[in-house]
């Protein structure tokens, strides 16, 4: 079905859109479409359409007024955004989880029991968060925010009443017998306007004077509630004396009333046969007139004879065509078999409806369920419901139950997995209930970790922390190249604000040596143009991180020379200098500022580097030197010629100077 | 965004049921919105609460009994921010927030140290980059002492009186520099400080010996969100972690009465070694000696599903939030 995005009008703007992973960005271009070319005007200051990108916000208004751009987000799904449902879409994914760890090899009535025992969880969540949605529809104050909160409310009402009818069906099974039991629980359960009419009743002075006294008793006995309307009932016979023969009578028939049980204390042909008898009894009872004179008792009577017309005739009451149904079984086959469901459901809603209403949503859904067509009931479910948390979470189950065929769709996964994948992505686009999607796509095996892979990448990292648990994500289930992209886009942040060490984390963290060096080469150049290290608390403090890159081992050797220096452990200094060049750790760049800081070394009274030391001084200036060509020596201005000047007479004179020293003798 | 700060009752400690659990469900008494994600927040005084913020901004809240409602009491704005104070965008996160009333000391992603006062406007002391690297979290030392913790495996004590903008001592781990999330000292003896790192491993220091750690422990299997020293029971320690667990961590001496065979309930221990006698004189924490130590740990956290962010304790009573968006309390501890 198509949907208007309000405010947008094709007919004065043209409109382009752009796909995003959740979202749609619609917006108004320049051209009007009376014209081809651009109406006059600029678009809002300051933001430019780019395409593929998500701005995210409106367009300003900008100076000019009508003429301005205004730019649409469009986001197809709603419901996460409802508060309320929050509870829902948690919950639900710890009771997911819980489900898929559970143990498989348990076997027959003990995996089934487990099963069960997971949809009932699954419907509490439900009703819980009706119930909070019910008090927030109580107290809103604003008109529209009630009818919202209302209509969820009854959604959610018809989710549960949808859920517990595929509980019975599918995932309990209920056999002949119980089943009946399990449907007039159902039907007890939701059909709820009753207990306002009780209440008013039984809490009057004279209940049996009361109006709404006799439907009352009605809804007891369509819903099989025996022992409560006997106890009306009572309450009538005392009132009215001359009445009593005919109530004991009634009354003694409704005790006898033989139903299934839920223990092995019968069989079914036991209970059909007893049955019988009592369903013979009552019909002598009603031929013989007993209770000609009161048209209520008479009533009764005839509904537990499971008389078609009587009970319609209560329509008022049972407001369902399920409700009939299943008082139409209780009273005419209560050890009906699941797979003749079907027929009576079919016959019923005809009745009830009577032709004059068509079968709603609801209707169909629930047709299909006691039909036992399961793929129909999701089929509908999903075309009926706004958000695919229902479908998703039953199929599972139901899958969980081995009732569906891998009935594989045209596009290969199958429909457990399709449902899940869906409901997953919707929960990406939500700044904080991403995190439920991750375990949802981990338990679908075909395409979880691809449509992981592409969801994560695009969440919105505003505070390291998120990002910190994102990349946890991603490192437990080894996906590297989006931890290796994560980190990078971080670090990058982190050094464009200057957060060098911050940034030299990110790159420890995903082990990415070139963007290490990247670091080390911003510290070289802080050097370089302050003449002192910035953030030397990092630089010292490096570790075993400096062996991720070479830049960085030489950054971390290059601040420990200087610290030598400045504790003047002069020949420990000057040893590392050399190993600096030598060891081809610094990069040729560097060279000369290393050369240069062997000057000083040099002009030391003592003499610290030794003969063989100064010879490889010598000719890693040499080297240094002759790597220029004869166009760079020429450009080189007289500062870089002075350098090397006064290099070679310094490296000459400390050669002099240890010559003669080490061709000395000791002591003599 | 819709983040809020909430105030929640837990009911009367009466009403305790059998197995210790508590009876009904917390209630919600007043709550306020907040501008981005809340970091960390502390309570500054019986009513006001100082709440720091993803977008920099340092709130303090206050808390009127009277008619149950929140209302916002001070609040600096870019307390941590980028480079630029006053562009638009460009705030930090402020991922630490300790109290001393009437003494605040936040720290940031900014590498930032600020120290405020309540009631006073701006900032008493800043230090601009104290750290390149993010600072993680914050704690006093003594009334003039800081710790801080940052992304490079640094634990650094800063003395507030002094006017250089360094840190007094430095600390690091051994081998690679892991971050580092959470600190938190001993009550009582203010020598012993705990730090957890993002490999989920706790470190137990002592600061007036050495720059290492005395003992390091593996425990959880992602990053350690929290530790906290119980405030009046310092023999127990509480860490949360980004992988669902929240462990007890219980070095004191009357485990060696336990028969060490009986297991209580669902909980599964692990026991680490022999206890001595004279642990009152030496602090349980720091003997790193194996053979003669035993520490219970548990795992409070039956079904474990998605991080626990934060937790905090007082007396008997444990709360703690995960990231399933719920909120837990044990209200019976030690029972």
Same mark, same amino acid.
């Given at each position: 079905?198509?949907?208007?995005?309000?405010?947008?009008?094709?007919?004065?703007?043209?409109?382009?859109?752009?796909?995003?992973?959740?979202?749609?960005?619609?917006?108004?271009?320049?051209?009007?479409?009376?014209?081809?070319?651009?109406?006059?005007?600029?678009?809002?200051?300051?933001?430019?359409?780019?395409?593929?990108?998500?701005?995210?916000?409106?367009?300003?208004?900008?100076?000019?007024?009508?003429?301005?751009?205004?730019?649409?987000?469009? @986001?197809?799904?709603?419901?996460?955004?409802?508060?309320?449902?929050?509870?829902?879409?948690?919950?639900?994914?710890?009771?997911?989880?819980?489900?898929?760890?559970?143990?498989?090899?348990?076997?027959?009535?003990?995996?089934?029991?487990? $099963?069960?025992?997971?949809?009932?969880?699954?419907?509490?969540?439900?009703?819980?968060?009706?119930?909070?949605?019910?008090?927030?529809? #109580?107290?809103?104050?604003?008109?529209?925010?009630?009818?919202?909160?209302?209509? !969820?409310?009854?959604?959610? &009402?018809?989710?549960?009443?949808?859920? %517990?009818?595929?509980?019975?069906?599918?995932?309990?099974?209920?056999?002949?017998?119980?089943?009946?039991?399990?449907?007039?629980?159902?039907?007890?359960?939701?059909?709820?306007?009753?207990?306002?009419?009780?209440?008013?009743?039984?809490?009057?002075?004279?209940?049996?004077?009361?109006?709404?006294?006799?439907?009352?008793?009605?809804?007891?006995?369509?819903?099989?509630?025996?022992?409560?309307?006997?106890?009306?009932?009572?309450?009538?016979?005392?009132?009215?004396?001359?009445?009593?023969?005919?109530?004991?009578?009634?009354?003694?028939?409704?005790?006898?009333?033989?139903?299934?049980?839920?223990?092995?204390?019968?069989?079914?042909?036991?209970?059909?046969?007893?049955?019988?008898?009592? *369903?013979?009894?009552?019909?002598?009872?009603?031929?013989?007139?007993?209770?000609?004179? %009161?048209?209520?008792?008479?009533?009764?009577?005839?509904?537990?004879?499971?008389?078609?017309?009587?009970?319609? =005739?209560?329509?008022?009451?049972?407001?369902?065509?399920?409700?009939?149904?299943?008082?139409?079984?209780? /009273?005419?086959?209560?050890?009906? +078999?699941?797979?003749?469901?079907?027929?009576?459901?079919?016959?019923?809603?005809?009745?009830?409806?009577?032709?004059?209403?068509?079968?709603?949503?609801?209707?169909? #859904? $629930?047709?299909?369920?006691?039909?036992?067509?399961?793929?129909?009931?999701?089929?509908?479910?999903?075309?009926?419901?706004?958000?695919?948390?229902?479908?998703?979470?039953?199929?599972?189950?139901?899958?969980?139950?081995?009732?569906?065929?891998?009935?594989?769709?045209?596009?290969?996964?199958?429909?457990?997995?399709?449902?899940?994948?869906?409901?997953? &992505?919707?929960?990406?686009?939500? *700044?904080?209930?991403?995190?439920?999607?991750?375990?949802?796509?981990?338990?679908?095996? =075909? /395409?979880?970790?691809?449509?992981?892979?592409?969801?994560?990448?695009?969440?919105?990292?505003?505070?390291?922390?998120?990002?910190?648990?994102?990349?946890? #994500?991603?490192?437990?289930?080894?996906?590297?190249?989006?931890? @290796?992209?994560?980190?990078?886009?971080?670090?990058?942040?982190?050094?464009?604000?200057?957060?060098?060490?911050?940034?030299?984390?990110?790159?420890?963290?995903?082990?990415?040596?070139?963007?290490?060096?990247?670091?080390?080469?911003?510290?070289?150049?802080?050097?370089?143009?302050?003449?002192?290290?910035?953030?030397?608390?990092?630089?010292?403090?490096?570790?075993?991180?400096?062996? $991720?890159?070479?830049?960085?081992?030489?950054?971390? +050797?290059?601040?420990?020379?200087?610290?030598?220096?400045?504790?003047?452990?002069?020949?420990?200094?000057? +040893?590392?200098?050399?190993?600096?060049?030598?060891?081809? #750790?610094?990069?040729?760049?560097?060279?000369?500022?290393?050369?240069?800081?062997?000057?000083?070394?040099?002009?030391?009274?003592?003499?610290?580097?030794?003969?063989?030391?100064?010879?490889? $001084?010598?000719?890693?200036?040499?080297?240094?030197?002759?790597?220029?060509?004869?166009?760079?020596?020429?450009?080189?201005?007289?500062? =870089?010629?002075?350098?090397?000047?006064?290099?070679?007479?310094?490296?000459?004179? %400390?050669?002099?100077?240890?010559?003669?020293?080490?061709?000395?003798?000791?002591?003599? | 965004?819709?983040?809020?700060?909430?105030?929640?009752?837990?009911?009367?400690?009466?009403?305790?049921?059998?197995?210790?659990? /508590?009876?009904?469900?917390?209630?919600?008494?007043?709550?306020? @919105?907040?501008?981005?994600?809340?970091?960390?927040?502390?309570?500054?005084?019986?009513?006001?609460?100082?709440?720091?913020?993803?977008?920099?901004?340092?709130?303090?809240?206050?808390?009127?009994?009277?008619?149950?409602?929140?209302?916002? %009491? !001070?609040?600096?704005?870019?307390?941590? /921010?980028?480079?630029?104070?006053?562009?638009?965008?460009?705030?930090?996160?402020?991922?630490?927030?300790?109290?001393?009333?009437?003494?605040?000391?936040?720290?940031?992603?900014?590498?930032?140290?600020?120290?405020?006062?309540?009631?006073?406007?701006?900032?008493?002391?800043?230090?601009?980059?104290?750290?390149?690297?993010?600072?993680?979290?914050?704690?006093?030392?003594?009334?003039?002492?800081?710790?801080?913790?940052?992304?490079?495996?640094?634990?650094?004590?800063?003395?507030?009186?002094?006017?250089?903008?360094?840190?007094?001592?430095?600390?690091?781990?051994?081998?690679?520099?892991?971050?580092?999330?959470?600190?938190?000292?001993?009550?009582? !003896?203010?020598?012993?400080?705990?730090?957890?790192?993002?490999?989920?491993?706790?470190?137990?220091?002592?600061?007036?010996?050495?720059?290492?750690?005395?003992?390091?422990?593996?425990?959880?299997?992602? =990053?350690?969100?929290?530790?906290?020293?119980?405030?009046?029971?310092?023999?127990?320690?509480?860490?949360?972690?980004?992988?669902? &667990?929240?462990? *007890?961590?219980?070095?004191?001496?009357?485990?060696?009465?336990?028969?060490?065979?009986? *297991? !209580?309930?669902?909980?599964?221990?692990?026991?680490?070694?022999?206890?001595?006698?004279?642990?009152?004189?030496?602090?349980?924490?720091?003997?790193?000696?194996?053979?003669?130590?035993?520490?219970?740990?548990?795992?409070?956290?039956?079904?474990?599903?998605?991080?626990?962010?934060?937790?905090?304790?007082?007396?008997?009573?444990?709360?703690?939030?995960?990231?399933?968006?719920?909120?837990?309390?044990?209200?019976?501890?030690?029972?």
């Amino acid at each position: 079905p198509s949907q208007v995005v309000p405010g947008a009008d094709p007919s004065a703007r043209q409109l382009c859109f752009a796909w995003g992973p959740a979202e749609v960005l619609v917006c108004e271009t320049l051209f009007s479409r009376r014209g081809g070319s651009p109406s006059p005007g600029e678009a809002g200051p300051g933001r430019a359409l780019l395409p593929g990108v998500l701005t995210g916000c409106l367009a300003g208004t900008g100076e000019g007024g009508p003429s301005s751009s205004r730019l649409f987000v469009v @986001r197809k799904d709603q419901d996460i955004y409802i508060q309320t449902l929050r509870k829902l879409f948690n919950e639900s994914h710890g009771i997911f989880i819980g489900l898929q760890r559970s143990e498989e090899e348990l076997a027959g009535k003990s995996r089934k029991a487990q $099963l069960v025992q997971v949809s009932k969880n699954y419907r509490s969540v439900i009703r819980a968060c009706m119930e909070d949605m019910h008090q927030a529809a #109580i107290s809103a104050r604003d008109p529209a925010l009630h009818s919202q909160y209302s209509t !969820q409310v009854s959604i959610l &009402s018809a989710m549960e009443l949808i859920w %517990n009818l595929c509980e019975i069906l599918f995932v309990e099974a209920a056999a002949a017998g119980p089943l009946l039991l399990r449907l007039l629980d159902w039907v007890r359960l939701h059909v709820c306007d009753v207990d306002n009419m009780v209440r008013e009743v039984l809490s009057s002075e004279n209940p049996s004077k009361h109006e709404l006294f006799w439907n009352v008793v009605d809804v007891f006995v369509l819903q099989g509630r025996m022992d409560e309307a006997r106890h009306l009932l009572s309450k009538e016979a005392s009132a009215n004396p001359t009445s009593v023969n005919m109530y004991k009578i009634l009354d003694d028939l409704m005790k006898k009333m033989p139903v299934p049980s839920l223990g092995n204390t019968q069989t079914l042909t036991e209970m059909e046969l007893k049955w019988q008898h009592w *369903h013979e009894e009552c019909q002598r009872y009603l031929q013989d007139g007993t209770f000609a004179s %009161n048209s209520h008792m008479e009533s009764i009577c005839k509904i537990l004879l499971g008389d078609e017309d009587a009970i319609l =005739e209560k329509k008022e009451i049972m407001t369902t065509w399920y409700h009939f149904l299943v008082t139409r079984l209780l /009273y005419s086959h209560p050890t009906v +078999k699941p797979m003749e469901l079907r027929f009576y459901a079919q016959a019923c809603m005809d009745l009830f409806l009577g032709g004059e209403s068509s079968p709603e949503p609801l209707d169909t #859904i $629930l047709m299909a369920a006691f039909e036992f067509e399961m793929h129909q009931v999701i089929k509908e479910c999903s075309i009926a419901l706004s958000n695919w948390w229902f479908v998703a979470h039953l199929t599972d189950l139901l899958d969980h139950c081995k009732l569906l065929q891998s009935h594989n769709l045209y596009f290969g996964s199958n429909m457990r997995e399709f449902l899940l994948l869906e409901y997953a &992505s919707g929960l990406f686009s939500h *700044h904080s209930l991403w995190q439920l999607g991750v375990d949802y796509f981990d338990h679908c095996p =075909e /395409y979880g970790r691809v449509y992981l892979e592409l969801h994560i990448e695009r969440i919105p990292l505003n505070t390291e922390q998120k990002a910190l648990k994102v990349l946890r #994500i991603c490192e437990q289930r080894q996906m590297h190249e989006q931890v @290796r992209s994560i980190c990078k886009i971080m670090a990058m942040k982190a050094l464009r604000n200057n957060r060098l060490g911050s940034a030299l984390s990110w790159s420890i963290r995903a082990k990415d040596a070139a963007f290490a060096t990247l670091i080390s080469d911003r510290f070289l150049k802080d050097y370089c143009e302050r003449g002192c290290f910035s953030d030397l608390d990092l630089i010292d403090n490096l570790g075993p991180s400096m062996l $991720l890159s070479d830049r960085l081992t030489f950054l971390g +050797k290059y601040r420990e020379f200087h610290r030598l220096y400045g504790e003047k452990r002069f020949s420990e200094a000057a +040893k590392l200098l050399l190993m600096l060049m030598t060891a081809h #750790i610094a990069p040729c760049s560097f060279w000369m500022t290393l050369l240069t800081d062997a000057l000083p070394l040099l002009e030391q009274k003592e003499v610290i580097f030794s003969a063989e030391q100064t010879y490889e $001084l010598m000719r890693c200036l040499e080297d240094l030197t002759a790597g220029k060509s004869d166009k760079q020596k020429f450009q080189d201005d007289d500062v =870089e010629t002075m350098k090397v000047e006064m290099l070679r007479l310094a490296l000459a004179r %400390n050669l002099a100077r240890v010559i003669v020293k080490e061709g000395t003798l000791e002591g003599s | 965004q819709d983040n809020t700060i909430s105030i929640w009752s837990v009911g009367d400690l009466g009403n305790a049921g059998l197995n210790g659990e /508590y009876q009904g469900e917390p209630q919600l008494l007043c709550d306020i @919105r907040h501008n981005g994600d809340v970091m960390d927040m502390q309570f500054l005084d019986q009513e006001r609460i100082v709440v720091a913020s993803s977008t920099g901004t340092v709130t303090i809240f206050r808390h009127h009994q009277n008619n149950q409602t929140l209302s916002a %009491n !001070q609040r600096w704005e870019k307390a941590h /921010y980028h480079v630029d104070q006053d562009t638009s965008c460009g705030g930090a996160a402020c991922t630490g927030v300790i109290c001393n009333n009437p003494e605040i000391v936040t720290v940031g992603e900014d590498g930032r140290i600020n120290l405020f006062r309540a009631d006073q406007k701006d900032a008493v002391r800043t230090i601009d980059n104290a750290d390149s690297s993010t600072l993680h979290a914050v704690t006093f030392l003594r009334t003039i002492e800081i710790l801080t913790v940052n992304s490079i495996g640094q634990l650094k004590i800063w003395d507030l009186r002094q006017q250089r903008n360094e840190p007094s001592q430095i600390f690091s781990l051994t081998g690679d520099r892991v971050p580092l999330h959470c600190v938190d000292r001993h009550p009582n !003896q203010q020598h012993i400080v705990a730090t957890g790192g993002q490999d989920g491993m706790l470190s137990i220091w002592d600061i007036r010996q050495g720059t290492m750690p005395v003992s390091l422990l593996n425990a959880h299997e992602a =990053e350690m969100w929290e530790v906290h020293f119980h405030p009046s029971n310092p023999d127990h320690l509480f860490t949360c972690s980004e992988d669902g &667990s929240l462990w *007890h961590w219980d070095t004191s001496t009357d485990i060696s009465e336990k028969p060490s065979f009986l *297991h !209580q309930g669902g909980r599964s221990t692990t026991y680490f070694s022999h206890n001595t006698i004279n642990q009152s004189v030496v602090s349980a924490w720091l003997s790193n000696d194996p053979t003669k130590d035993r520490m219970e740990i548990t795992n409070l956290i039956p079904n474990q599903t998605l991080s626990v962010n934060s937790l905090d304790i007082l007396g008997p009573c444990l709360v703690y939030g995960t990231d399933a968006e719920a909120i837990y309390v044990n209200r019976q501890l030690f029972a």
